[in-house]
């Protein structure tokens, strides 16, 4: 009984703990947990689209909530589950990487971390409240502006809300990689996740506010009367598809990069070799992120911008392919005459680099701006996104997730299961989405509810479905993978990999300081480095000392919330206006929760030296 | 020894004083300067000069007032900038394609 | 550095906002969000530019806009911008009471132009029935300036906290990064500001 009841103070105060956190180790499990969640929900939604089109004439689920299906399906999947999931990462590696105890705002942190979340479950409770937002993912207007009921109002709010929130995270880590690098640790010298993370950031800093003001735009039309998007009163519908595009397409190079530079330090680790060609894949993701703000307008070749404007970004579309190019050959080079162990994570990897490349070939098929009229909003662009969306991003989330696993929770995942799911998923993938291309060409549109018999169409929506079950399995086995090394792992060792990079000299799970004393970096690849040199562990910078931390604070919780009833009360006052008072408390809360951080001096404690001493190596 | 480190530093204190007072008057030019194109600016518009001539002006003036405001009053200038001058013309960029964008290819 | 160093610093160095780890880290990340700012307002003015024709009726840009408000409306922002200049470069030399009225002084000019622009909707709402709703060209004139607006006041609202909360304890090296972002902001306000004269009204003015 008294057992019981400590053990639910013991769970009361570990939740409280990670409402308060402000540790980068903790943020990114929460940032993992409900990215996985939202995971779960989008493949949910998938499955449910799948088996809509599994056979002609089907009638699984009503028209009008199939658009909902799709547009939650995809809007869950990019902002909801990929986002937070590379944010994961992120949080997890970035700082052990570069050799900092914390990253450059805390309390940010877990700010961006209570907004993403708040604004992901407020886009969620649609479901709820009389229908989802059904406009698809890219929410074009004026089919958006036109839209019954309150699901767009709810796309706007969520999205709003869950995108300041990744502007903060972004300039939090653009800071933490330019300021907090330890002694020694070069821009030169950085691991390649670091680098693809900051310019990933540098990506989120510059193409979040272009959908900022899209979704004021769209929320100033839809609840209070402007008219951006009402042709009738003088409006232009081409404005949000360029604000939304100017975001959209860095956004997927927001997604892809970092998982490219998790690709790169894995198969450098799993080659046991340097990494081929490091400037020029720095080169290459500089490259990439900057050609990445110059194509949007390839999905909007069929708008009729005219052909100076068509040609102009149908080349600048066609010039990513030679950085990307960069990138596949020194990753194939890197493996070259290296001694490749095929872990999970490496079959991840190895698995990931033909089936994108498979998806830039369809890319640049789709960039001649002349036959994408063809392919315009087919099967053929629903079968290349998906190819590098999940070839790329999927497949590298589940390869960082093998990767970093033991750092992030203190277990390596059991090998056997990782590959157990690998298999069925990559099998899946390249079921469900390969014969969508010739769907495509076939000329089934996208977002289409269903298919008549007779239009040849069957054969391939079901295989298309059955590959769908496939990667479902694949997923459930890698879950089962996660509860199963919980509890029959034994705990990992600091270095399980024999890693390269800096996260794997300190213990897995790191010490809530991470690093005892800063290490001194002497080159790329420092910890490989001192190995070479018959040395045990880096090089310390600094002497024993004491050791800065920041404070928890429930106030990024409490901002978050505030916005999340203000949220609702945006969205409500159209019907009524007593919503408005939701509109105050909530903005109440959120404003006075600011004031409070400011006026509140918070400086932070100390861990003296001598707790150090006595803690030793790896207790939290 | 003790008097010498204070007078040291002192001598310090002097030598940023100094520094800060020339930067002042750069600072008090450039104001000068933006008034002045101020000025400029309204005046060309109130005497309602050709359009043809009057809108690149306008902005010209607009975005050397602009350097000013960032190089001398947020000291973009000085040591220690050179992150803060990446971003700043990382966002310049993109702003300017999203405004070449917004005044050509929007259907009107 | 200890708490004590940090609070009640025994000498002020000549840069008190980059002293600190914590200083240098709010000093690149501003600088950082201030860049993404700038993409900001360019999609605002993206959008102003792609509907400033969409007028109905006599509500166009050269029958609306009267050039003297927006005149005296640069001037006290123009003006702000140099008194939050001598703002910082008091605190350079740790003159805090300097620094205090100088701040005091460019929140007055900011509170003048906030209530130039306040006057300026309300004329034209009231006397051309000009209002957020009446044309695109509205939607888009309001959004745009009414979003400076916003900025003017979260910045004067920051100049005025920052002043009342260490009116008693000076200057030291967890409030001096402060003041110098807060700093920073309005002269960002004041770059779009410039713009916005330039873009909106003067060359509405032109046609």
């Given at each position: 009984m008294s057992n019981a009841i400590a053990q639910q103070r013991g769970l009361a105060a570990a939740i409280w703990d990670y409402m308060t956190t402000v540790d980068h180790k903790k943020i990114a499990h929460l940032y993992l947990v409900s990215?996985?969640?939202?995971?779960?929900?989008?493949?949910?939604?998938?499955?449910?689209?799948?088996?809509?089109?599994?056979?002609?004439?089907?009638?699984?689920?009503?028209?009008?909530?199939?658009?909902?299906?799709?547009?939650?399906?995809?809007?869950?999947?990019?902002?909801?589950?990929?986002?937070?999931?590379?944010?994961?990462?992120?949080?997890?590696?970035?700082p052990l990487q570069i050799g900092a105890r914390?990253?450059?705002?805390?309390?940010?942190?877990?700010?961006?971390?209570?907004?993403?979340?708040?604004?992901?479950?407020?886009?969620?409770?649609?479901?709820?409240?009389?229908g989802a937002p059904?406009?698809?993912?890219?929410?074009?207007?004026?089919?958006?502006?036109?839209?019954?009921?309150?699901?767009?109002?709810?796309?706007?709010?969520?999205?709003?809300?869950?995108?300041?929130?990744?502007?903060?995270?972004?300039?939090?880590?653009?800071?933490?990689?330019?300021?907090?690098?330890?002694?020694?640790m070069t821009y030169m010298r950085m691991p390649l996740f670091t680098w693809t993370s900051f310019i990933t950031s540098t990506l989120i800093l510059f193409a979040f506010p272009a959908l900022t003001v899209g979704l004021f735009l769209m929320m100033f039309d839809r609840m209070f009367g402007s008219a951006f998007f009402d042709v009738t009163a003088g409006g232009n519908e081409i404005i949000w598809e360029h604000l939304f595009w100017i975001f959209g397409h860095p956004e997927v190079y927001i997604l892809i990069l970092p998982l490219f530079g998790a690709f790169s330090d894995i198969i450098s680790t799993f080659s046991k070799k340097r990494l081929f060609g490091y400037s020029a894949m720095v080169f290459a993701t500089v490259l990439i992120g900057f050609l990445g703000f110059m194509v949007w307008a390839h999905h909007m070749f069929t708008v009729g911008l005219g052909p100076i404007a068509n040609s102009i970004f149908a080349v600048s579309t066609m010039a990513i392919?030679?950085?990307?190019?960069?990138?596949?050959?020194?990753?194939?080079?890197?493996?070259?005459?290296?001694?490749?162990?095929?872990?999970?994570?490496?079959?991840?990897?190895?698995?990931?680099?033909?089936?994108?490349?498979?998806g830039g070939m369809t890319g640049v098929m789709l960039a001649s701006a002349a036959a994408d009229y063809q392919y315009h909003d087919t099967y053929f662009v629903v079968g290349h996104f998906h190819y590098v969306i999940v070839g790329g991003v999927v497949f590298g989330i589940f390869a960082a997730l093998h990767y970093w696993w033991p750092k992030m929770f203190g277990k390596v995942l059991n090998e056997k299961l990782g590959h157990w799911a690998f298999w069925p998923f990559f099998i899946g993938f390249h079921l469900t989405f390969f014969i969508q291309h010739f769907l495509g060409l076939m000329g089934m549109p996208r977002r289409y509810w269903t298919y008549f018999e007779g239009q040849s169409l069957a054969t391939g929506n079901m295989i298309s479905t059955v590959g769908a079950f496939f990667m479902a399995l694949g997923t459930l086995i890698f879950l089962y993978n996660v509860v199963y090394t919980a509890i029959k792992e034994p705990r990992a060792s600091a270095d399980p990999w024999d890693g390269r990079t800096l996260e794997w000299s300190i213990p897995s799970t790191p010490p809530f300081y991470n690093f005892k004393q800063t290490p001194l970096v002497r080159g790329l690849d420092p910890l490989w480095i001192e190995k070479m040199e018959g040395r045990k562990g880096i090089t310390p910078a600094e002497p024993l000392g004491d050791i800065h931390m920041p404070n928890g604070s429930i106030l990024p919780f409490l901002m978050s919330f505030g916005l999340f009833i203000a949220g609702f009360g945006f969205i409500y006052q159209v019907d009524h206006n007593a919503w408005f008072i939701a509109v105050a408390v909530g903005m109440g809360l959120t404003l006075g929760s600011m004031l409070t951080r400011s006026l509140k001096d918070d400086l932070g404690y100390h861990i003296h030296k001598e707790d150090l001493i006595e803690k030793g190596e790896g207790k939290e | 020894m003790e008097e010498n480190t204070s007078s040291a530093s002192r001598h310090k204190i002097d030598v940023h004083?100094?520094?800060?007072?020339?930067?002042?008057?750069?600072?008090?030019?450039?104001?000068?300067?933006?008034?002045?194109?101020?000025?400029?600016?309204?005046?060309?518009?109130?005497?309602?000069?050709?359009?043809?001539?009057?809108?690149?002006?306008?902005?010209?003036?607009?975005?050397?007032?602009?350097?000013?405001?960032?190089?001398?009053?947020?000291?973009?200038?000085?040591?220690?900038?050179?992150?803060?001058?990446?971003?700043?013309?990382?966002?310049?960029?993109?702003?300017?394609?999203?405004?070449?964008?917004?005044?050509?290819?929007?259907?009107? | 550095m200890s708490q004590e160093d940090i609070l009640n610093p025994k000498q002020m160095p000549s840069d008190p906002e980059k002293a600190t780890p914590e200083g240098k880290n709010k000093f690149v990340g501003f600088w950082m969000f201030l860049g993404g700012e700038t993409v900001l307002f360019a999609s605002l003015f993206g959008t102003y530019l792609a509907l400033v024709r969409s007028t109905s009726g006599e509500n166009t840009p050269e029958n609306l806009f009267g050039l003297e408000l927006v005149f005296i409306m640069t001037m006290l922002l123009l003006t702000s911008s140099l008194t939050s200049v001598y703002a910082?470069?008091?605190?350079?030399?740790?003159?805090?009471?300097?620094?205090?009225?100088?701040?005091?002084?460019?929140?007055?000019?900011?509170?003048?132009?906030?209530?130039?622009?306040?006057?300026?909707?309300?004329?034209?709402?009231?006397?051309?029935?000009?209002?957020?709703?009446?044309?695109?060209?509205?939607?888009?004139?309001?959004?745009?300036?009414?979003?400076?607006?916003?900025?003017?006041?979260?910045?004067?609202?920051?100049?005025?906290?920052?002043?009342?909360?260490?009116?008693?304890?000076?200057?030291?090296?967890?409030?001096?990064?402060?003041?110098?972002?807060?700093?920073?902001?309005?002269?960002?306000?004041?770059?779009?500001?410039?713009?916005?004269?330039?873009?909106?009204?003067?060359?509405?003015?032109?046609?």
């Open positions: 990215g996985g969640l939202f995971f779960l929900i989008g493949g949910l939604e998938a499955m449910i689209i799948r088996i809509q089109l599994m056979k002609p004439d089907n009638d699984f689920i009503s028209a009008g909530l199939y658009n909902e299906m799709i547009t939650m399906h995809g809007t869950t999947m990019i902002f909801l589950a990929a986002m937070p999931i590379i944010f994961a990462l992120m949080n997890a590696v970035v914390d990253v450059a705002f805390p309390f940010l942190n877990s700010l961006g971390f209570w907004l993403f979340l708040f604004g992901g479950l407020l886009l969620n409770v649609s479901w709820f409240t009389g059904d406009a698809g993912w890219t929410n074009y207007a004026p089919l958006s502006t036109t839209s019954p009921g309150h699901g767009i109002d709810y796309y706007v709010m969520g999205l709003q809300i869950s995108g300041a929130g990744t502007l903060i995270g972004g300039i939090n880590f653009l800071v933490t990689i330019i300021n907090m690098r330890a002694p020694g392919a030679v950085p990307t190019g960069i990138k596949i050959f020194n990753w194939l080079f890197t493996m070259w005459g290296g001694s490749i162990k095929m872990s999970a994570a490496m079959l991840w990897t190895v698995a990931f680099i033909p089936s994108f490349t498979i | 004083k100094k520094e800060h007072k020339e930067e002042m008057i750069h600072q008090v030019i450039s104001f000068i300067l933006m008034i002045l194109f101020t000025f400029i600016a309204f005046g060309m518009v109130v005497l309602e000069i050709s359009s043809y001539f009057v809108k690149p002006v306008l902005i010209l003036l607009a975005v050397i007032q602009v350097v000013f405001q960032l190089y001398y009053f947020m000291h973009m200038k000085n040591k220690g900038h050179f992150m803060p001058a990446m971003m700043m013309y990382g966002g310049l960029t993109v702003a300017f394609f999203t405004i070449i964008t917004f005044t050509t290819i929007i259907w009107w | 910082m470069y008091h605190m350079k030399n740790n003159d805090f009471k300097k620094m205090q009225l100088w701040l005091g002084i460019t929140v007055v000019l900011g509170l003048g132009f906030l209530g130039c622009e306040i006057y300026e909707f309300y004329h034209y709402i009231h006397e051309y029935g000009f209002t957020f709703r009446s044309s695109a060209f509205g939607s888009a004139f309001y959004t745009l300036v009414g979003f400076h607006g916003g900025h003017v006041v979260f910045g004067l609202s920051w100049f005025i906290a920052l002043m009342l909360r260490n009116r008693k304890r000076g200057l030291n090296l967890y409030n001096a990064p402060k003041y110098y972002i807060a700093s920073l902001y309005w002269h960002f306000i004041d770059v779009v500001w410039v713009f916005i004269f330039t873009v909106v009204y003067l060359l509405g003015k032109v046609g």
